[in-house]
């Protein structure tokens, strides 16, 4: 039981990217997921989330309008579209699912 992020990296402030999360070993398609994040000095903070259908989301009142979760239950993977980011944007970004959590992704943007 598994999940594993990519897609993070060093970009500047306005830019894009793109995480994914490739799960294994339970049934995908059955759960809500989420993805969170938790910068320097900081909690663990959720920013958004979608049902194991994909047909509801939510999102963090901070990201609201940039970042766009969605999910391939063919592919297992869930991803998170991250538009205009900010420097305060700047954490690890982690998968989860219920108990499961991923060993995250760094995120960094610069001003």
């Known amino acids: 039981v598994q999940l594993v992020e990519s897609g993070g990296g060093l970009v500047q402030s306005g830019g894009s990217l793109r995480l994914s999360c490739a799960a294994s070993g339970f049934t995908f398609t059955s759960y809500t997921m989420r993805w969170y994040r938790q910068a320097p000095g900081k909690e663990r903070e959720l920013v958004a989330a979608?049902?194991?259908?994909?047909?509801?989301?939510n999102y963090a009142d901070s990201v609201k309008g940039r970042f766009t979760i969605s999910r391939d239950n063919a592919k297992n993977t869930v991803y998170l579209q991250m538009n205009s980011l900010k420097p305060e944007d700047t954490a690890v970004y982690y998968c989860?699912?219920?108990?499961?959590w991923g060993k995250g992704t760094l995120v960094t943007v610069s001003s």
């Open positions: 979608i049902t194991s259908g994909g047909g509801s989301t």
């Open positions: 989860n699912c219920n108990l499961i």
